[in-house]
């Protein structure tokens, strides 16, 4: 409610001393929110109001500048029974009680309430009946949401497994390749060999080429044969050429069975003897080797030196 009034300050409240003039912007039993102010306001300040021929006395509670020269102030009753509004206002508990504070510091409470006092009021049952139809609103809303999102949920997947069973026409599926599992030709074609030494099944030694004829062991590590199946025992021959470094140059298979002799000779390739020295170093060697498979990866190695016979289980 807007009512002009009279704002005189402590050291303005005699009726001869200049006053300036004020506006309400609303008001209650226990104070107002004053606009159209042309001095600013100190929180605690006491200042006396005037409507026509009555006039109280008020405490600032805030203050606020605005643009230009005016400022607004939220105020305090010092006392609650004296009403210069003359309108009719809804009875206010705090109005009720005459007890009149005392000072700035006497009623903490009140002087905290005050600006509280001047935004609109909503009584208890008010605001429960507002949160309770606001709940009542909301909880619709939230029903019609929730089968919005199962509704629209629930058609894309029908329409994902109406394109999966009914394809559309002129459209192919395409489906990707089936890898068949490889083959024995491509596993042992992506095999890697171990060593580059010839192998000869059926074709023997030239025994007119120069070749030196040794009784000799392989020196170091020696890596032994292993049957491809437990089940296959037997002997077999080989003749090996040794090059003058000591490695393995040629392997020809003399007897045995085909599958001995191949297990017999992939062993063989990695197998090293003595190094020749001097004049002999581009001379090549001759030597022979019987493997015993015996089973239960038992073999037995013969060189043609008795004394150079080996053993393993």
């Known amino acids: 409610m807007v009512l002009p009034l009279r704002v005189c300050l402590d050291e303005q409240a005699g009726d001869n001393l200049p006053a300036q003039w004020a506006h309400t912007i609303d008001i209650s039993q226990i104070g107002c929110r004053l606009a159209g102010l042309r001095t600013e ?16 006395q008020f ?53 905290i309430s005050a600006p509280l006092a001047f935004a609109p009021k909503v009584s208890a049952s ?7 139809s606001i709940a009542v609103t909301a909880r619709p809303r939230m029903r019609w949401g929730l089968s919005f999102g199962v509704l629209l949920l629930s058609f894309a997947l029908g329409l994902s497994l109406y394109h999966q069973i009914f394809p559309q026409p002129g459209r192919v599926a395409i489906q990707p390749p089936v890898l068949a599992p490889p083959t024995a030709e491509d596993l042992a074609r992506l095999t890697p060999k171990p060593h580059p030494t010839p192998v000869s099944l059926a074709k023997p030694l030239d025994s007119s080429a120069s070749r030196l004829q040794v009784a000799e ?24 050429v040794i090059a ?22 992939r062993a063989v390739r990695f197998w090293h003897f003595s190094s020749l020295q001097g004049s002999d170093r581009t001379t090549e060697r001759e030597t022979s080797v ?11 190695l013969e060189y043609p030196s008795p004394n150079s016979r080996l053993r393993t289980n």
Request: net charge neutral; no cysteine.
């Open 59 to 111: 405490r600032v509670i805030w203050s606020k500048h605005l643009a230009g020269n005016e400022h607004q102030a939220g105020i305090e009753a010092l006392d609650y029974r004296r009403d210069i509004w003359g309108v009719e206002l809804p009875p206010s508990p705090l109005a009720q009680n005459p007890t009149k504070p005392s000072s700035a510091t006497a009623d903490t409470s009140a002087t």
């Open 244 to 265: 003058a470094n000591g490695l393995v140059k040629q392997i020809y298979v003399l007897s045995g069975k085909q599958p001995l002799a191949e297990a017999a000779a």
């Open 290 to 300: 019987t493997v015993s498979f015996m089973g239960h990866d038992a073999v037995f």
């Open 217 to 240: 062991a392989p020196t170091g590590h020696v890596v032994y044969p292993v049957a491809p199946d437990d089940s296959i025992g037997g002997k077999v021959r080989l003749q090996i």
């Open 41 to 56: 306001l100190s929180p605690g300040q006491t200042i006396t109001l005037q409507r026509g021929q009555h006039k109280a």
């Open 126 to 132: 008010t605001e429960s009946a507002t949160h309770k």
